[in-house]
């Protein structure tokens, strides 16, 4: 895989510049989506330029806030060197490597699309080059889900994720699979047994008036998904 370096390519602040690590201290890599339909050129202008809309900082960040970007046609580009601390990941900045998918993509109530097949090669491959230059397994390999974000990088690449990692996929379908995460996660809807009663549209419209859903008692798709993101952290 070629990877093409961008770094000084983009713009950087006009005067900040990124707090710098020893690499042995990477033990993980953390994959993100852009949750927006622009560039890495885009994105690297918007995380630059000091704003109260800029979530990295009202002053502007250093740089783009990944290691890597990977475009829609597959292309990675390394955008910060492996030395700096980027802000990708509240928490675990000093000890991961940051990497954004260019794109909108589906997940945990957020619509969107997906990435494109000559993106999810270029991660795979970036992941076991990753891995083999900093001698990191499977369990190295992370969504910004796992930290709280559960939107990012999507559900294509996360369900990528958690096979690498040996994680169980949970899949809400039938009536019983609802009845039953809502139990576990704390809305008793009573005995799973996949009749839709008055306990079970109650204990659904709560739980979507709790995660910010249409609150209309059906266990639509939107909910679904919620469920399903939720249980694979319960």
């Not at 990708?88 to 097949?117: C, E, I, R, W």
């Not at 990692?165 to 576990?184: F, H, P, Y």
């Amino acid at each position: 895989m070629t990877i093409k370096n961008i770094i000084d390519v983009l713009s950087w602040h006009e005067s900040r510049r990124w707090s710098k690590r020893d690499i042995s201290n990477i033990k993980k890599m953390i994959f993100h989506q852009e949750l927006a339909e622009g560039t890495i050129e885009a994105v690297n202008q918007y995380h630059i330029t000091p704003s109260s809309h800029n979530h990295l900082s009202s002053k502007g960040a250093p740089h783009f806030a990944y290691h890597f970007g990977i475009r829609k046609n597959g292309e990675v580009c390394q955008c910060n060197s492996y030395e700096d601390i980027t802000w990708h990941a509240k928490g675990q900045n000093v000890v991961s490597v940051g990497v954004m998918l260019v794109g909108d993509f589906k997940g945990y109530n957020h619509p969107g699309g997906d990435p494109t097949s000559e993106q999810m090669d270029s991660l795979a491959q970036l992941v076991s080059r990753l891995q083999k230059e900093f001698s990191l397994d499977n369990q190295a390999v992370y969504g910004h889900y796992h930290f709280g974000k559960l939107a990012c990088p999507g559900d294509t690449v996360r369900r990528w994720i958690q096979k690498l990692r040996g994680e169980d996929i949970v899949s809400i379908r039938t009536m019983s699979d609802v009845q039953w995460a809502l139990n576990k996660l704390g809305y008793w809807c009573g005995e799973v047994d996949g009749i839709f009663g008055l306990k079970t549209e109650r204990a659904i419209r709560d739980f979507q008036a709790d995660h910010g859903l249409v609150v209309d008692g059906i266990p639509g798709p939107n909910t679904k998904a919620t469920l399903e993101e939720l249980m694979m952290k319960a």
